[in-house]
Every structure is written in structure tokens, then in C-alpha cells.
């Protein structure tokens, strides 16, 4: 295992738009699985048998991403303070990089790099190989906005409000976006077009080469919006902290529905062929109609949720405070599967290639085949 210190989803879709992208630098591992944030692949049967799981130097709030061709998973600690690389198939150490800070948010992986955001404000890019460190930004706020990138450039938003855009080869600020309050949602990246959220309640559309907004839309004034946002077919699918899913036109910013929840809604959504799937505080997992915003069913048991539901094949996976995991079914609900680990969960799963990882305040990464 190699120590460095720096000194100062949809599957089959997404290796279709990686393949698309520039081969230098196109996203390959990324935060709900592809840049529009779905969160839903297909893929081998996952058995629920625990195949592995490792021990990192803190409790793990990071959400794991799977570079399945490369065989390769990558997180972050808390006080270990650092980005791991995993072997997928054992969960061997491969390379560790330590920041002077935690990493809450998720790694971002291309071809050749892994870039995240660390609580020390320092924006990170490493080799993806080695974890040796190649560059980085000085944010000077808190980052736990998870990265997203097109072949060119790197968006990530912190806590002073602002959202950067990065170029890829030297980490020079391209330009920057200043919201009214925290930017902890992570930017989906669609068509050209950034959606995000932030703490001042509003909800952003801009425009990812300029840097221009395209639209904002009061959402929440009172509340905030850490929800990072699920876009496809023209529709935007985010939570806020006053307890309802919001559906908006990605055009115009027009609501389209809304469904309510009894407390928060900070997790992402994930996005099924007719469905949404949302977590709440409010300890319900809720399957909405995609279409109308009304309620298919809903399941409880695992605690509040602040961890963000995955799915696969015909599973929903989802975690708790309560310290379980457990999967139910799509199309009804009902509960097939679930695993008790010691400490709440807060890292979001993620489901490819046949392997189901998250991470624990155990302290532990954990994969099921």
C-alpha cells in the first residue's frame, strides 16, 4: 500500500456518454453513477453474500464509486483524512492519499485522474493509478459537493457559496458562480447545463461554459436544498430540508410536482424507468410515480435516512441510521434482503458489475456480491 501527503449507473447508458466523451479525460466513476445523477444500473444478480469488507482510519460518510472496467473503488475518511483506491473483487488497499481533512464528498474518476473536494478547502486531483497528487485548487471554504466533469472542465460547488468550474489539465479557475448561502448539493451535469441546489433555498440552472445562470427557481426561501438533483427527459428531481420532493422543468425552472414528506428530504433521489425513489429523515423510503409525483408505496425500518437509495435490476438499495442496508423490491416494496452492520450509515450504495458497496461509522467499506 502506497501513503502519499500532499504538502500544502445506468451502466450500459453511461458507458455509451463515457465513450462519447473525450478519451483524455472522460468521467468514468463518478457520484450517482453518471453525471445526470440517476442512480440506476443493470447488471449481474447481486446475491447479498458479503464478499469483503476494509477497515479505513475513520468513519466513512464518503459514498463510494466503482471504476468496474478497471476493477477499482475509491472513497474518502473522516480522520484518517484521506482518498482510498479499493480493489473491487477483494478490497486490498491499493493507494492512499491523505488531505488535511475530511473527505465527506465522492471521488470523481476519469481515465486518468481522481479529483474530490476535502474540509481542508483544498480541491484535490491525484493520478489515478498511484493516488500521486498532480494538483490542486485552493477553495478556501469547505468542500463536500461531489465533483462532475465533462472532457474539459470540473464543477464542484463549497461552502462559501460558490460554484467553480476547473480545467482539467492544471486546475485553473475558469470561472465561478456565487449563490446566497452553502453549496453542499452536488451539480448534475446535463446537455451542457449545470443543475444544482443551495442552502439560500434556491435551485440553479446555468450554463456549464459560461458559467451564466439560465434559470433559478425560488424553491424553499425558508429551507435549504442539500439534495443533489436527478435530471432525465427534461425533468430535475431534488429534496429540501421542508420535507418534499420537487419535479421541475429543466427548461424553464417550472414546478412540475411536488410530493410531501414529514421531515427532510436531503438525500438524492434515484431515477427508475417510470419511477422515483426518495429517502427521508422522516425514516420512510417512498417510490414515487415519476410522471404525477403520487405515492406507489412506501417502506420504513432502517432510521432517518441522509444516505442516498441506489437501483438495480429490480432492487431499490437503501441505508439508515439504524446501521442496516437492506434491498426491496421496485415494482411493490416489499423487503428481499437486508444486513446489519454496528453504526449508522451515511454513505450512500452504489450497485455495479454485480457488487453492491457502501460505506459505515464503522469505520468499514463493505461489498456484497
Same mark, same amino acid.
Given at each position: 500500500?502506497?501513503?502519499?501527503?500532499?504538502?500544502?449507473?445506468?451502466?450500459?447508458?453511461?458507458?455509451?456518454?463515457?465513450?462519447?466523451?473525450?478519451?483524455?479525460?472522460?468521467?468514468?466513476?463518478?457520484?450517482?453513477?453518471?453525471?445526470?445523477?440517476?442512480?440506476?444500473?443493470?447488471?449481474?444478480?447481486?446475491?447479498?453474500?458479503?464478499?469483503?469488507?476494509?477497515?479505513?482510519?475513520?468513519?466513512?460518510?464518503?459514498?463510494?464509486v466503482v471504476d468496474a472496467a478497471r476493477g477499482m473503488v475509491f472513497v474518502g475518511d473522516s480522520l484518517g483524512k484521506s482518498v482510498y483506491a479499493?480493489?473491487?473483487?477483494?478490497?486490498?488497499?491499493?493507494?492512499?492519499?491523505?488531505?488535511?481533512?475530511?473527505?465527506?464528498?465522492?471521488?470523481?474518476?476519469?481515465?486518468?485522474?481522481?479529483?474530490?473536494?476535502?474540509?481542508?478547502?483544498?480541491?484535490?486531483?491525484?493520478?489515478?493509478?498511484?493516488?500521486?497528487?498532480?494538483?490542486?485548487?485552493?477553495?478556501?471554504?469547505?468542500?463536500?459537493?461531489?465533483?462532475?466533469?465533462?472532457?474539459?472542465?470540473?464543477?464542484?460547488?463549497?461552502?462559501?457559496?460558490?460554484?467553480?468550474? $476547473? =480545467?482539467?489539465?492544471? *486546475?485553473?479557475?475558469? &470561472?465561478? !458562480?456565487? @449563490?446566497?448561502?452553502?453549496?453542499?448539493? /452536488? +451539480? %448534475? #451535469?446535463?446537455?451542457?447545463?449545470?443543475?444544482?441546489?443551495?442552502?439560500?433555498?434556491?435551485?440553479?440552472?446555468?450554463?456549464?461554459?459560461?458559467?451564466?445562470?439560465?434559470?433559478?427557481?425560488?424553491?424553499?426561501?425558508?429551507?435549504?436544498?442539500?439534495?443533489?438533483?436527478?435530471?432525465?427527459?427534461?425533468?430535475?428531481?431534488?429534496?429540501?430540508?421542508?420535507?418534499?420532493?420537487?419535479? $421541475? =422543468?429543466?427548461?424553464? *425552472?417550472?414546478?412540475? &410536482?411536488? !410530493?410531501? @414528506?414529514?421531515?427532510?428530504?436531503?438525500? /438524492? +433521489? %434515484? #431515477?427508475?424507468?417510470?419511477?422515483?425513489?426518495?429517502?427521508?429523515?422522516?425514516?420512510?423510503?417512498?417510490?414515487?410515480?415519476?410522471?404525477?409525483?403520487?405515492?406507489?408505496?412506501?417502506?420504513?425500518?432502517?432510521?432517518?435516512?441522509?444516505?442516498?437509495?441506489?437501483?438495480?435490476?429490480?432492487?431499490?438499495?437503501?441505508?439508515?441510521?439504524?446501521?442496516?442496508?437492506?434491498?426491496?423490491? $421496485?415494482?411493490?416494496?416489499?423487503?428481499?434482503?437486508?444486513?446489519?452492520?454496528?453504526?449508522?450509515?451515511?454513505?450512500?450504495?452504489?450497485?455495479?458489475?454485480?457488487?453492491?458497496?457502501?460505506?459505515?461509522?464503522?469505520?468499514?467499506?463493505?461489498?456484497?456480491?
Amino acid at each position: 500500500m502506497r501513503v502519499l501527503r500532499p504538502g500544502s449507473a445506468f451502466l450500459l447508458g453511461f458507458l455509451l456518454f463515457a465513450g462519447a466523451c473525450t478519451k483524455a479525460e472522460s468521467p468514468v466513476a463518478m457520484f450517482r453513477g453518471d453525471p445526470g445523477h440517476r442512480a440506476f444500473a443493470k447488471g449481474p444478480a447481486i446475491q447479498g453474500e458479503l464478499a469483503w469488507k476494509e477497515r479505513l482510519k475513520g468513519w466513512v460518510f464518503s459514498s463510494p464509486v466503482v471504476d468496474a472496467a478497471r476493477g477499482m473503488v475509491f472513497v474518502g475518511d473522516s480522520l484518517g483524512k484521506s482518498v482510498y483506491a479499493l480493489d473491487l473483487r477483494t478490497g486490498k488497499k491499493l493507494w492512499t492519499s491523505a488531505t488535511e481533512g475530511a473527505i465527506l464528498a465522492s471521488p470523481l474518476v476519469t481515465r486518468t485522474k481522481v479529483l474530490v473536494g476535502s474540509e481542508d478547502g483544498l480541491f484535490y486531483c491525484l493520478d489515478r493509478k498511484t493516488g500521486r497528487p498532480l494538483w490542486s485548487f485552493e477553495a478556501k471554504a469547505i468542500i463536500n459537493s461531489s465533483a462532475v466533469c465533462d472532457s474539459q472542465r470540473v464543477y464542484f460547488g463549497d461552502w462559501n457559496g460558490l460554484l467553480h468550474a $476547473l =480545467d482539467l489539465t492544471k *486546475g485553473a479557475e475558469v &470561472w465561478s !458562480f456565487k @449563490a446566497g448561502s452553502r453549496i453542499t448539493s /452536488s +451539480p %448534475a #451535469l446535463v446537455a451542457g447545463r449545470l443543475y444544482f441546489g443551495s442552502w439560500d433555498g434556491n435551485f440553479f440552472c446555468l450554463d456549464a461554459a459560461k458559467g451564466s445562470e439560465i434559470w433559478r427557481a425560488s424553491v424553499t426561501p425558508e429551507k435549504k436544498i442539500g439534495s443533489s438533483p436527478a435530471v432525465e427527459e427534461g425533468r430535475v428531481f431534488f429534496g429540501a430540508t421542508d420535507g418534499k420532493v420537487y419535479c $421541475l =422543468d429543466t427548461s424553464t *425552472g417550472k414546478q412540475l &410536482w411536488v !410530493f410531501e @414528506a414529514a421531515k427532510w428530504v436531503d438525500a /438524492s +433521489p %434515484a #431515477l427508475g424507468p417510470d419511477c422515483v425513489v426518495a429517502a427521508s429523515t422522516d425514516q420512510n423510503l417512498y417510490c414515487l410515480d415519476k410522471k404525477s409525483g403520487a405515492l406507489r408505496w412506501k417502506q420504513t425500518g432502517l432510521g432517518p435516512m441522509i444516505a442516498s437509495p441506489w437501483i438495480y435490476n429490480d432492487a431499490v438499495y437503501a441505508a439508515g441510521e439504524r446501521g442496516i442496508i437492506a434491498a426491496f423490491r $421496485l415494482s411493490d416494496g416489499q423487503k428481499v434482503w437486508e444486513y446489519q452492520t454496528t453504526h449508522p450509515i451515511k454513505s450512500s450504495p452504489v450497485a455495479v458489475a454485480g457488487m453492491l458497496i457502501f460505506g459505515s461509522y464503522d469505520t468499514h467499506v463493505y461489498a456484497f456480491r
